[in-house]
C-alpha cells in the first residue's frame, strides 16, 4: 500500500495545491473487455478488436468514458489517497467531468491532482479534487473532472 500522501488534519492547508501525478496504467484490452461485462456494455468499438481494426477511424477499440473515471479511485490510491488518518472514504460524486479525447485501447494513462477543497462536513470532510487524465505520448488530456470524496477519519 502507498503511504498517504498527507494527513487528514493537514488537508485545509493544502487547498490550491498539486498533489502531483499518479503512476502510468496501461488500460488494456482485457481491461477494457471486463468492464464491458461488468457494465453490460456489448459496443463492439470496445470489443471487437478485428472489426475496430477495419470500421473505427482510430484503428482499433477504444476506452469507455466511464472506465477512465472510474479509473481514478486506483489511481489516486496508487498515489496516496486518500489521505493518513481515513477510517473510510466514500466517493461522494463527480463535477464537471469531459471527456477531451478518444483513448485507443492500450494506452497509457494517468492523473494529474490538484486539491481543490478540504472542509469539514457532517461528521467528516468532504474533499474535492480537480483530476486531469494524461495519455502517454499525446499533448491533450483525455479526461477532466472533479471528483469528490467524503472522509470519515479513524476511530481511536
Known sequence: MT??????DEGPGLVGTSLGHSPWVTLDQEHVTMFCEAT??????????????????????IVQGFLMLSSLIPLHHAMGLPPGGTGLALNYGTDRVRYTDVVLTGSK?????ELMKFEPKGDGW????????????????CMIADYLVFLYAEEA
Open 109 to 113: 494513462v494517468r492523473v494529474a491532482v
Open 3 to 8: 503511504a498517504p500522501l498527507f494527513h487528514l
Open 40 to 61: 453490460r456494455d456489448d459496443d463492439w468499438g470496445h470489443l471487437d478488436v478485428e472489426r475496430s481494426k477495419r470500421e473505427m477511424p482510430y484503428g482499433g477499440t
Open 126 to 141: 468532504l474533499m474535492v479534487t480537480h483530476n486531469i487524465m494524461e495519455v502517454e505520448g499525446k499533448e491533450r488530456p
